[in-house]
């Protein structure tokens, strides 16, 4: 009897490891059935990305090498680079016209930027030079077209101009015209750009400002003291010396350099109960301005000294028509390294401290 019970006891330990092994080869078998199937899900397609591109939106003067020597320097590089292109508009015609599937990584701007004006690159074709303004109003009435692809979360469009990201709502703009559903990252610097130096190929230089009313210069003695009165903390640079050195002479040099800008502001008085005012002095145009609402918020955003600008009037049908016009002197001190042989810093677009992204 004890046999008995023994035998059906391990019979029945048989049967129930039977019973377990073959539950377990079934979900192995369920398991090896779908696998391949998540494994599909989770793959994701490898985006690839096209050379770097280069436009050169602008022509030298007799007087400058920028963009032949910036074109050089991305060149020897082996960037795409296109000559062609001196507008937004042409430019995003250009993306659009030349996506082959692959993303852009890296979209060069280069142009000449006048910080108190606007850059050589138009808005559009023969169209208004490129400032916070023409951009905003070139995209409330639909003028530049829509880029449809080829941009990445990381695609970077870096714009070599002097002194751009002193204008964070012009950058702002600017990423609004190179977004798709993606959105790239618009980099610009506050230095000035410097290409074709013959001390290095392309580097970043500190801008500082003086004014005078062109044709009255002050001199350089008192332009000098001008400049140590508004830039206390620049102890490197001996302002006297700088103003009569127009080129680096060794690595890290200050240097000077110049340009006019001239503006222009209207005021029509063919509805108006105001009698049009005789504005015969420099005295009396300047209080005109600045007791005149609209003149006086239009030309408050140079941030210019009024008495920096000179002045005259003429008038036409009614229409009162107000230019000054002022010399810019521009101190440029080379951005060095602060440590061994003396250099030019490497402009990367990661160091933050030298660029910004929007």
């Not at 008995?4 to 979900?27: P, R």
């Not at 090896?32 to 770097?52: F, G, K, M, S």
């Not at 955003?301 to 521009?330: A, Q």
Request: negative net charge.
């Amino acid at each position: 009897m004890k046999k008995i019970v023994n035998t059906k006891a391990i019979a029945i330990v048989l049967l129930a490891f039977s019973i377990s092994f073959t539950s377990c080869n079934g979900k192995k078998k369920t398991a090896q059935t779908t696998a391949p199937t998540i494994l599909a899900e989770e793959v994701q397609e490898i985006p690839t990305y096209r050379e770097e591109v280069v436009f050169i939106t602008g022509k030298d003067s007799d007087h400058s090498n920028y963009y032949e020597s910036a074109k050089t320097y991305f060149e020897e590089k082996q960037f795409e680079v296109v000559t062609e292109a001196y507008s937004l508009e042409e430019i995003i015609s250009w993306l659009n016209n030349n996506y082959d599937e692959r993303l852009y990584s890296n979209i060069h701007i280069v142009s000449e930027n006048n910080p108190y004006k606007g850059m050589d690159l138009e808005t559009t074709v023969k169209g208004k030079i490129l400032n916070e303004n023409s951009l905003r109003n070139a995209l409330i009435n639909d003028e530049i077209p829509k880029l449809l692809e080829g941009i990445a979360d990381d695609t970077n469009v870096i714009f070599h101009s002097p002194a751009l990201a002193d204008n964070p709502n012009l950058l702002k703009g600017l990423k609004n015209v190179f977004s798709t559903n993606k959105q790239p990252r618009i980099i610009a610097t506050p230095y000035y750009t410097m290409f074709g130096s013959q001390f290095s190929k392309y580097h970043l230089a500190k801008p500082y400002y003086g004014f005078y009313p062109t044709a009255h210069s002050p001199g350089k003695v008192d332009l000098s003291k001008e400049f140590a009165k508004n830039y206390p903390n620049e102890k490197d640079i001996d302002w006297l010396e700088t103003l009569y050195n127009d080129y680096e002479r060794y690595v890290g040099e200050a240097f000077t350099t110049q340009f006019n800008l001239p503006i222009k502001m209207e005021v029509d008085f063919t509805d108006s109960d105001n009698e049009i005012p005789t504005l015969k002095t420099q005295e009396a145009i300047m209080d005109f301005i600045e007791g005149n609402e609209n003149l006086s918020n239009e030309f408050n955003t140079y941030n210019i000294k009024i008495e920096d600008f000179r002045w005259k009037t003429s008038l036409k049908d009614s229409k009162l028509t107000v230019k000054g016009i002022t010399t810019v002197i521009c101190v440029l001190k080379p951005i060095i390294k602060p440590y061994g042989d003396l250099q030019h810093v490497e402009p990367e677009i990661d160091n933050l401290r030298l660029f910004i992204v929007e």
